[in-house]
């Protein structure tokens, strides 16, 4: 049973470019997390989203970020125009259920702005 | 969700139990306790949750106090691959997100 997968594993951008992040939840999970890690500093929630809805939003910065979770197809993370600020790494997880006990996390994506 | 308070480091000898403590005194009734680890850089992964009761799995021990103020996560022998950032959540059952701290640094030494 695969785990949590995400795409790709490392992404430089330079400044004003977008960048896109994939994640492909555990099988039979429909509750997809962003989690933003900034470099040594504690991972910050960013977004939930079920199957074509965005649930909580609550940890996503107010522009440029943007998030989706299709019917069919990986759950998307968008960041337009990035700046330097924006390195980090930007880690999945899914749950089975709304109110599951346990997330499992993806490997994450390392983002680089030059 | 409930503020935890954690040591941010904490050191073990290989082979023996790491005992890592966690203070959540303004836990409200149905919150429960969760204990994630991130071993260097990858994604957190979960150890184990509980209520009230003591739980043990495969990973780890919880022991939470009968007040419910504090817990321990117990690695009942630790190897050099348990080093890691260790995590103490608090989260209501109703809760989806995780609120994480900074967590202890757990290091395991030879």
């Known amino acids: 049973n695969a785990g949590v997968m995400q795409n790709p594993r490392h992404l430089v951008r330079r400044r004003g470019q977008e960048a896109r992040l994939r994640c492909s939840p555990m099988?039979?999970?429909?509750?997809v997390y962003w989690y933003r890690q900034l470099p040594e500093e504690g991972l910050k929630f960013m977004v939930y989203l079920q199957k074509e809805n965005i649930i909580d939003e609550s940890g996503m910065p107010k522009e440029r970020f943007s998030a989706e979770f299709p019917k069919e197809g990986p759950s998307i993370l968008r960041i337009q125009q990035v700046v330097r600020g924006d390195s980090a790494a930007y880690f999945c997880?899914?749950?089975?259920?709304?109110?599951?006990?346990?997330?499992?996390f993806g490997p994450g994506t390392r983002l680089t702005v030059t | 969700d409930a503020k935890t308070t954690q040591p941010p480091s904490m050191d073990c000898a290989e082979g023996r139990a790491a005992n890592l403590p966690c203070n959540h005194s303004t836990i409200s009734g149905n919150e429960y306790v969760y204990w994630y680890r991130q071993i260097h850089s990858q994604g957190p992964q979960y150890i184990i949750h509980g209520l009230k009761n003591n739980e043990t799995n495969e990973m780890a021990s919880l022991i939470i106090t009968e007040d419910r103020k504090s817990s321990t996560l117990i690695l009942p022998h630790a190897t050099l691959r348990d080093t890691a950032v260790y995590y103490c959540i608090v989260r209501g059952q109703a809760a989806q997100k995780l609120v994480f701290g900074q967590g202890t640094r757990l290091t395991i030494n030879p």
């Open positions: 099988k039979g999970h429909s509750h």
């Open positions: 997880a899914s749950s089975r259920r709304e109110f599951s006990y346990e997330q499992y």
